[in-house]
């Protein structure tokens, strides 16, 4: 139990159009998503907090119109880098807390690798 | 300072060692504790879950707090090449559910 799936896992994109990255709960329902970049050899760093149905919080520096961030139902969030530019690339990950478990559980995804050319 | 510091290694052991791996963290309001270790361009999975000062056992893995120091550790015994991975600590507060993760410490298990 408790899958969190990513897709796509690896994209390549041009700099300046946009990529859309979907978070998906499989076996569960999510009260809170949330998005994390990893750059090499570097921890996760939290870029936004996302709750179904309401707007995302982002951590401080994060640009919100560049990194939109979609929570439409309990099981699926989206995040979608906008314009995207080369110091964009970077691995991308999510995790998710489960309704009713505890909130100290994340169930993270394997990761999206994004490439900016 | 940042919140939690963790040797990044990278450490190298001989199959069947005893590891121990380590963070420690400025915060006293930290809660919980967790354990993630994490395979090359993989998500993290969860290892070891703790709240309270002490050691905490599940199998080969050993994690154990200590909050008057402010340092948290995590020990494998018997230690197998599939062990090798990046592992990462991570800290909450008890309200609130956003993580603190440390750098993360690569290990390497030389069969």
């Known amino acids: 139990g408790a899958v969190v799936s990513q897709h796509p896992s690896r994209v390549i994109c041009k700099s300046g159009t946009s990529v859309k990255i979907e978070c998906r709960s499989l076996?569960?329902?999510?009260?809170?998503m949330f998005w994390y970049r990893q750059f090499p050899k570097q921890s996760l760093m939290l870029m936004a907090t996302?709750?179904?149905?309401?707007?995302?919080?982002?951590e401080q520096g994060v640009e919100k119109d560049k990194f939109l961030i979609n929570h439409a139902s309990l099981t699926l969030s989206t995040l979608t880098v906008t314009s995207a530019h080369p110091e964009d690339s970077s691995f991308y990950i999510c995790?998710?807390?489960?309704?009713?478990?505890?909130?100290?559980?994340?169930?993270f995804g394997p990761g999206t690798r994004l490439t900016v050319l | 300072q940042k919140e939690v510091e963790q040797d990044p290694g990278p450490l190298s052991v001989p199959e069947g060692a005893i590891v121990s791996l380590n963070c420690t963290y400025s915060?006293?309001?930290?809660?919980?504790f967790m354990w993630y270790r994490q395979y090359s361009r993989k998500g993290p999975e969860l290892l070891m879950y703790?709240?309270?000062?002490g050691n905490k056992e599940d199998g080969r893995f050993t994690a154990q707090v200590d909050k008057s120091s402010k340092y948290i550790s995590l020990f494998i015994r018997d230690s197998q090449p599939s062990d090798s991975a990046t592992y990462l600590c991570?800290?909450?507060?008890?309200?609130?559910?956003?993580?603190?993760f440390g750098t993360g410490t690569s290990l390497t298990v030389i069969p």
């Open positions: 991570a800290m909450s507060y008890a309200s609130g559910n956003q993580f603190y």
């Open positions: 915060n006293s309001a930290f809660q919980y």
């Open positions: 996302s709750n179904e149905g309401s707007k995302a919080t982002y």
């Open positions: 703790t709240y309270s000062s």
């Open positions: 995790s998710a807390t489960s309704v009713g478990g505890s909130y100290n559980e994340q169930f």
């Open positions: 076996d569960f329902q999510a009260t809170t």
